[in-house]
C-alpha cells in the first residue's frame, strides 16, 4: 500500500461511523451549563473570602486581656513595641475640640493628656496624634491576613490610661462599599454588632463615617481615597467617647501612602525548580507546588488548559495571594551554546503567548539575589527572567493591580536561587527516541 | 462560526451560548469518537468541554479562535477519557463496531479492522494528531498551534501514528484477509 492509498484508506475509514451526538447527551451538557456560572478570569481567582472567622469568643478573650492590662495600668515593654515620650501620667488635660462627630456625650475637658505627638502608619496610610508617653506598634501585615490577622494589621497606640486606640484599613477593589459589605469585613473584629446602616455618623479628616460604641469599645469606620479605614477604642473610661473624639480628631487621612504589599513572612523551598521565596501564607490553597519540570519547548503554552480546563500550570509553582495577583514561578536547564537573549525570545516567548513579548535585550534590568537578569511589563502581566548555574529563572506576576511592580519587587527580594536543588529531568523514554 | 454569538456567549448570554453549542455539538462528537473510538465516551467527552467554555469564556482573548480553542479543550478531555478507559478496558478485546453497517467490500472491512486494531494501540496524543489532521484537514502547523505543541511534537505523533497503523496493515496483508474476517465473525 502507498502513501496516496493509506491516506485514502485512512480517511475512509476515519469517515465511517456516526455522526450525531444523542439529544440527551446535549441537554445534559446543556442543563450543566444552565447551572454553571461563568469565570471572569483564565487565572484562578484572585479574591478569596478575607479570613476565617474564629469567632466572638477570640474576640471576647482579646478584649478581656486588652481591658485588664488597661485596667492595672500596666504598660509592658516588649521587643518590637517602643515607649514613645515621657510620663503617661494623667497630669495633663486634652482639649477634644473640635469634636469630629455629633456625639452621644457632649463634648468637654477630659482627663487626658494633650496629643502632642504625631504618628505615621507604616501601612495603613493615616497618621494620628497620641499623648507623649504611650506604646505604639505599628502594624505589621496587612488588615485580615497572616496568622495573626486579628491583630498584625494594627497600628496600636496603648495610652496606659485605660484606652487602646487601634486603626487599620484595606484597599477596596472599586466604588463605595454597601454598609452590609463593611459589617462582613468588620466582623471579625468584635464590632458591637449594631448594623453600620443603623449606626450614628461621624466625620473624620473632613471624611463621613460611622461609628457605634458598646460596653468597653467604640468603633468607627470610613471610607477615604478607594480604603476602608477602621479605628477602635477599646477602654474601661466612663469618657471613652470624648478621648475617641480626641484622637479622631487629630487624624489625617492619607490613603495614597498605604501599602497593600503583604509581608512575606513564609518561606517556600521549591522541590522542583531550585529556588525559595517568601509568601504569605493563607493556608490551604494559597500555594501550590510544581508538579512537572518546566520545559518550554515541548510543553503547551501557559495559557494551555489542561484536561479539567484549568490553565496549565504545573510547571510553576504558584501563590495566589488573595489580593489581585497571583505568583508563578518556575525554571529550566538552558541548553548548552546558545545566546540566552536569542534563545529565551525564541522559547519563552512562544511559551508565553499572552506575555509581554518585549525582546529581552530591550527589556529593563533586575537582580534578583544578586543576579542580573530582566523584566518586561505589560497590562496584567509581569515577567522577569534570570540565569543562574546554568538554569532560566523565571518569574510572572499576574496582577489587576496599580501597584503591581511593588508587590513583584516584594517577592522578588525574597527569591534565593539554588540551581543546584533544581530536579533534574528523567532520562526520555524509549519509544520516544527517533 | 458566528463571532456575535460568540460575543453575547462571553458576555454571558446562556441562549448563545447554548446556540453554539447545538451547532458544534455533532462536529465535536465526531471528533471526540474517532480518537476515543465508542460512542458513549465520545459523548461524555464532549459534554465536559462545552461547560468548561462555558465557564473560561470571558477569559478568551480572541473570540476568533473559539473553535479552536474549543477543540483544544476537547482534546485534552478526549486525553482525560481514554485515560480513564485504559484503567478498566486494559483487558477488553472486543471491539464495538458503531455506526450503521455499511455494504463495504470484504477488503474494506479488513483494512478498516487492520486500522481500528492499529489505532487502538496508540496513544491518545497520537490519535489527536491523527484525527486532527487526516479528518478535520488541518496542517500540521494549524495541529500544533491549536494544540498548544510545538509543530516538530505533531509531526512525530503523524509520523509514529502512520507506521503504526501501516505496520497493522501490512502484519493484516502478510496473514490475509481471513484471519480477520475470521476473528470479527
Request: net charge negative; hydrophobic share 40%.
Amino acid at each position: 500500500m502507498n502513501e496516496n492509498e493509506f491516506d485514502l484508506a485512512a480517511r475512509a475509514w476515519l469517515e465511517d461511523g456516526p455522526t450525531e451526538m444523542s439529544d440527551h447527551a446535549l441537554l445534559s451538557a446543556l442543563e450543566e451549563i444552565h447551572t454553571t456560572r461563568q469565570r471572569r478570569a483564565v487565572w484562578p481567582a484572585w479574591r478569596a473570602t478575607r479570613v476565617s472567622i474564629f469567632g466572638r469568643v477570640a474576640i471576647a478573650a482579646v478584649l478581656v486581656v486588652a481591658v485588664g492590662l488597661l485596667a492595672g495600668n500596666v504598660v509592658r515593654r516588649q521587643p518590637n513595641r517602643s515607649i514613645v515620650g515621657g510620663s503617661p501620667t494623667p497630669s495633663a488635660t486634652a482639649d477634644p475640640t473640635p469634636s469630629p462627630s455629633p456625639s452621644s456625650s457632649p463634648a468637654h475637658a477630659i482627663d487626658f493628656p494633650n496629643l502632642t505627638t504625631t504618628f505615621v502608619s507604616p501601612r495603613n496610610g493615616f497618621s494620628i496624634k497620641h499623648p507623649d508617653r504611650v506604646v505604639l506598634t505599628p502594624a505589621k501585615q496587612l488588615w485580615g491576613f497572616g496568622p495573626n490577622h486579628l491583630t498584625d494589621g494594627f497600628d496600636v497606640v496603648e495610652t496606659g490610661l485605660a484606652a487602646v486606640f487601634k486603626g487599620a484599613s484595606m484597599g477596596l477593589d472599586d466604588g463605595v462599599p454597601s454598609d452590609e459589605w463593611v459589617d462582613g469585613q468588620i466582623e471579625d473584629y468584635g464590632g458591637c454588632g449594631v448594623p453600620r446602616s443603623q449606626q450614628a455618623e461621624i466625620t473624620i479628616d473632613g471624611q463621613s463615617g460611622r461609628i457605634s460604641e458598646c460596653p468597653n469599645q467604640i468603633e468607627a469606620t470610613v471610607v477615604a481615597g478607594g480604603r476602608l479605614y477602621l479605628f477602635t477604642l477599646l477602654h474601661t473610661r466612663s469618657d471613652a467617647r470624648a478621648v475617641f473624639d480626641a484622637f479622631a480628631a487629630t487624624i489625617d487621612l492619607t490613603p495614597e501612602t498605604a501599602v497593600d504589599v503583604a509581608n512575606l513572612t513564609t518561606t517556600f523551598v521549591s522541590p522542583t525548580n531550585g529556588f525559595s521565596f517568601g509568601y504569605l501564607d493563607r493556608g490551604e490553597g494559597t500555594l501550590t507546588p510544581a508538579k512537572d519540570l518546566w520545559d518550554p519547548v515541548n510543553q503547551p503554552p501557559i495559557d494551555g488548559l489542561d484536561a479539567s480546563g484549568a490553565p496549565y500550570l504545573h510547571q510553576f509553582d504558584v501563590v495566589e495571594t488573595a489580593l489581585g495577583a497571583v505568583f508563578l514561578s518556575a525554571s529550566t536547564n538552558i541548553p548548552d551554546g546558545v545566546s540566552i537573549d536569542e534563545w529565551v525570545d525564541a522559547a519563552v516567548v512562544k511559551y508565553l503567548p499572552g506575555g509581554c513579548h518585549t525582546p529581552r535585550s530591550q527589556q529593563a534590568e533586575i537582580t534578583i539575589d544578586g543576579q542580573s537578569g530582566r523584566i518586561s511589563e505589560c497590562p496584567n502581566k509581569i515577567e522577569a527572567t534570570v540565569v543562574a548555574g546554568g538554569r532560566l529563572y523565571l518569574f510572572i506576576l499576574t496582577h489587576g493591580r496599580t501597584d503591581a511592580r511593588a508587590f513583584f519587587d516584594a517577592f522578588a527580594a525574597t527569591i534565593d536561587l539554588r540551581p543546584e536543588d533544581a530536579r533534574c529531568p528523567r532520562a526520555r523514554r524509549r519509544r520516544d527516541r527517533p | 462560526m458566528n463571532l456575535a454569538l460568540v460575543e453575547a456567549a462571553r458576555s454571558g448570554d446562556e441562549e448563545a451560548f447554548a446556540s453554539i453549542a447545538r451547532g458544534l455539538a455533532d462536529r465535536l462528537f465526531v471528533v471526540a469518537h474517532r480518537i476515543l473510538r465508542d460512542v458513549a465516551r465520545a459523548e461524555d467527552a464532549v459534554q465536559q468541554p462545552l461547560v468548561t467554555a462555558w465557564r473560561e469564556l470571558p477569559a478568551l482573548r480572541e473570540t476568533e479562535r473559539f473553535e479552536a480553542w474549543l477543540h483544544r479543550i476537547l482534546v485534552h478531555a478526549c486525553y482525560a477519557e481514554a485515560k480513564r478507559a485504559s484503567k478498566w478496558s486494559a483487558n477488553v478485546v472486543a471491539l464495538p463496531i458503531d455506526g450503521p453497517a455499511t455494504p463495504d467490500t470484504t477488503q474494506d472491512i479488513v483494512t478498516r479492522d487492520a486500522l481500528d486494531r492499529g489505532f487502538r494501540r496508540l496513544p491518545s496524543e497520537q490519535r489527536a494528531a491523527f484525527v486532527l489532521h487526516h479528518y478535520l484537514g488541518w496542517s500540521v502547523a494549524e495541529v500544533a498551534e491549536n494544540l498548544g505543541v510545538p509543530t516538530e511534537s505533531i509531526r512525530s505523533r503523524l509520523r509514529y501514528a502512520t507506521s503504526t497503523l501501516r505496520a497493522a496493515l501490512d502484519a493484516d496483508a502478510r496473514t490475509t484477509g481471513t484471519t480477520s474476517l475470521e476473528r470479527m465473525a
